[in-house]
Every structure is written in C-alpha cells, then in structure tokens.
C-alpha cells in the first residue's frame, strides 16, 4: 500500500499543500469532534479509490506503440 504522500501527489497535491490540508483538518477535528468520523471516511474513501486505479493500472496490458514494432499499426477489419 502506498503512502498518503504518495497518494496525494497522484492526486496533484505535493508537500505544502498537503501538510495545510492536515492542519485545517486537525483544527476541524479540535474545533468539531463528530467531524471526526467524516473526515475519516472521506479519507478512507479517496485512499480506496486510489488504490483501486493505481492496481487496476498496473493490470492493464500495454500494447506497444507502432514505432516499437517498428511497423504502421494494423488495421482493423469489420466483421
């Protein structure tokens, strides 16, 4: 399993941005304890997406260009 840093920068969010997000939610969470479980299942919820793309990227077959073949790509024929 990937880090949440990791996962953020996936997501577009790099170092700074990410440690202002942690404190804006651990002052809501201070400020508004019920807020608790939310921000968790939030989390929880986008970590679990993430997940799920970056396993299902990796099982995705990768076809090779056509200049790695080194020929035009095939054309397809209607059936």
Do not use: C, D
Request: glycine letters at 10%; charged letters at 20%; proline letters at 8%.
């Amino acid at each position: 399993m990937e880090t949440p840093e990791k996962l953020l920068k996936k997501v577009g969010i790099h170092g700074m941005a990410a440690a202002i997000l942690m404190i804006i939610f651990g002052a809501l969470i201070i400020a508004f304890p019920a807020l608790i479980s939310w921000l968790v299942g939030i989390y929880l919820i986008v970590v679990g997406a993430l997940n799920l793309a970056g396993e299902l990227e990796k099982r995705r077959p990768v076809e090779p260009s056509p200049a790695e073949t080194g020929g035009a790509p095939a054309e397809k024929t209607e059936q």
